[in-house]
């Protein structure tokens, strides 16, 4: 296991850091899993690594080869791991098992919206559109992919375009996709040179400790960077698509708000610094402000009209 010491060490830290980049990166919009997000994101961790150091450590003790205290230690760990991540997702399923399902939507105006910016989008397949109820729990609901969430209550504070917003932003979500398997892919090439490189130049241990070293120490600001700066592209296409930067940044604050109790002042500064939002302007996207009816979709009337 030694000669793939290298591959192994910087895809585990390519997983770690994509999940806690993704998680930071979701933290303003966590009102679209459900409530008790944070609780689902640590169940979530749990069983993905429960799994992953399961595994690993089965197959490090290669249990086929002699018994010693190394090979029961890591036979220990693994069993640790996959007795967490079989707990963790048993409590989780237990714990949803009563939680309400979203509603789809197949008519109204706001399918309608929808339809609209995912054409302006240019994607030509049709999306599922889920309205959240308020009691939903975070990884209860059954929704068919590619989908739009929308939570319940924020269809009577935002406007239409701040609704158009919130779905142009989930919309960039299959470019943030594609460029995780571009990233990963880079990662395991590297890591399968340098194992290699060190398995031909028959290099012991001590080498291969110093080499992962140093590919961890080089991985972590190179991806940091990167991942940067595609999300910053990432959101100013979705501003594109929105047509209106201010609604995407304010939409963003109430999201954020109903997530935490407070808007995400960092990621408001940040996305009016990307859009070149004139710096005074940020107070008014990060308060919060009633919506007149006519400037909202429709939550009252007939089934034709609004749509559940």
């Not at 399902?101 to 030509?124: C, H, M, N, T, W």
């Not at 140093?214 to 991806?223: G, Q, R, S, T, Y």
């Not at 990167?226 to 990432?234: E, G, I, K, S």
Request: hydrophobic fraction near 45%; proline fraction near 6%; charge should be positive.
């Amino acid at each position: 296991m030694t000669d793939f010491l290298a591959i192994i060490g910087i895809l585990g830290c390519y997983y770690l850091f994509r999940d806690l980049w993704r998680w930071n990166d979701f933290k303003p919009v966590c009102a679209l899993w459900g409530r008790e997000a944070s609780l689902a994101v640590f169940e979530y961790m749990v069983a993905r690594w429960g799994w992953s150091l399961g595994v690993f450590c089965v197959l490090l003790a290669n249990p086929s080869g002699k018994p010693s205290p190394y090979t029961r230690a890591s036979m220990c760990c693994g069993a640790f791991g996959i007795a967490s991540a079989l707990s963790v997702s048993f409590w989780a399923w237990w714990r949803r098992r009563g939680s309400p399902e979203p509603l789809q939507l197949s008519r109204g105006y706001l399918f309608d919206g929808v339809s609209a910016v995912r054409r302006k989008a240019g994607i030509r397949t049709g999306l599922s559109i889920y309205l959240l109820p308020d009691e939903l729990l975070a990884g209860s609901r059954n929704i068919v992919q590619p989908a739009v969430l929308i939570p319940r209550q924020l269809l009577d504070r935002l406007s239409r375009d701040e609704i158009d917003a919130l779905v142009a932003y989930q919309l960039r979500r299959p470019g943030a996709r594609r460029f995780w398997a571009y990233s990963f892919l880079g990662v395991l090439v590297c890591g399968t040179a340098c194992s290699a490189a060190l398995h031909l130049l028959k290099v012991g241990t001590a080498g291969h400790w110093l080499v992962f070293s140093f590919l961890v120490i080089a991985e972590m600001p190179v991806l940091s960077f990167v991942w940067r700066r595609r999300t910053d592209r990432l959101y100013l296409w979705a501003m594109g698509v929105a047509g209106n930067p201010e609604a995407f940044a304010s939409t963003m604050a109430a999201l954020s708000r109903l997530s935490t109790g407070a808007p995400d002042t960092h990621l408001i500064r940040r996305l009016a610094r990307i859009a070149e939002i004139p710096p005074d302007r940020i107070p008014a996207l990060l308060q919060e402000r009633p919506c007149p009816a006519e400037e909202r979709y429709p939550t009252v009337g007939d089934y034709m009209t609004v749509g559940f």
